[in-house]
């Protein structure tokens, strides 16, 4: 579900119905005691944020740095959620996001 969501192309309505989509699937992994995210689950859903949120919304750096943020503490940072972060245009975004991998928060 998080795959097909991060390739939704097409309007801008398509991409935020996608984008809540994703939103929720994710919020309902993290809720689960079944499952839990994993590497894949974390980069597949911060590639959706960098495809489906427009680089001028604040709330894609936020969300992006809240998920990065629980993507470590979990120990789940892994080749795909380091590729999407090199994909953020930003690289001061980068740099911060990337700088939290030497802290304990």
Do not use: W
Request: glycine share 6%; charged share 30%.
């Amino acid at each position: 579900v998080l795959n097909a969501c991060a390739y939704t192309f097409g309007k801008i309505e398509y991409r935020e119905q996608a984008m809540d989509v994703a939103i929720e699937t994710f919020g309902e992994m993290q809720r689960s005691l079944q499952v839990r995210p994993n590497h894949v689950a974390y980069g597949t859903f911060l590639r959706a944020c960098r495809r489906l949120i427009r680089e001028d919304d604040v709330r894609r750096n936020t969300l992006m740095e809240s998920v990065f943020r629980q993507c470590k503490r979990d120990g789940q940072v892994g080749e795909l959620v380091l590729k999407q972060l090199r994909n953020v245009c930003c690289s001061d975004f980068q740099l911060k996001l990337l700088g939290q991998l030497s802290t304990n928060d």
